[in-house]
Each structure stands twice: as C-alpha cells, then as structure tokens.
C-alpha cells in the first residue's frame, strides 16, 4: 500500500512564503512514477489542480498560481515540495499531494490546511 503524507501547512500572512513537503513511502527507483502533484480545495470549491512536475522534471501549473509557486521533487528522498510565495488570501485550501503510480495507480495524502491572513 502507498502511502502519501503531507506537512508544512500553517498560517502565513498575504505576501509571505511557506513551503510544502510530501514524502511517498514507495521507492522512487523500483517504481515507475508518472507524475507528481499539488492539489487544493478551499471552503465551498471544488478541488483543483496547482501544479505537476512530470517524471522527465517538466512542470505544468495554474494560472492562479503561475510565477509565486514551484514544485520541485527529490527523488532520493521520495519527496515533493511545493514553495508557495507571495501568497494571497485565495491561496487559502486544504492542499493535497498526488503520486501517479505506473500499474498501482493513483494516490492521495490526506491534505494540510493553508491560511493566508493577517
């Protein structure tokens, strides 16, 4: 079973930083990870895409956040990060990591909450 987790949700004040981090418990150089991403769900919304980084490091964003947020992946380590900065009071959501697995399939972290606020 595959399992996906995320940390570093918190706090922040509109205009500031926070980085994201999620670590998959499969071993990135047995498996044939398709892609990695960050997803988010804020109060009454549907769900939707922030960002993916590909298996050859090619990365595809949202317009709402295109040029403030970067993803990034170390595979070693079996970790994505998401470095969110100059963050807005509509960046504010439940973010999710997903790994798309070749042959096992999608998977799910259970979220860490992102409030931007002063």
């Known amino acids: 079973q595959v399992q996906v987790v995320e940390s570093g949700g918190g706090l922040v004040q509109p205009g500031g930083s926070l980085r994201l981090s999620c670590v998959v418990s499969v071993d990135f150089s047995q498996v044939r990870v398709l892609a990695l991403g960050w997803h988010r769900q804020g109060p009454g919304e549907e769900r939707e895409r922030v960002a993916i980084i590909a298996n050859d490091n090619s990365t595809h964003y949202s317009d709402s956040v295109k040029g403030r947020f970067t993803i990034s992946r170390d595979n070693a380590k079996r970790m994505i990060y998401l470095q969110m900065n100059m963050v807005k009071p509509e960046d504010t959501a439940v973010y999710y990591c997903?790994?798309?697995?070749?042959?096992?399939?999608?998977?799910w972290g259970q979220g860490t909450q992102v409030t931007v606020s002063s």
């Open positions: 997903q790994a798309i697995i070749r042959n096992l399939g999608v998977y």
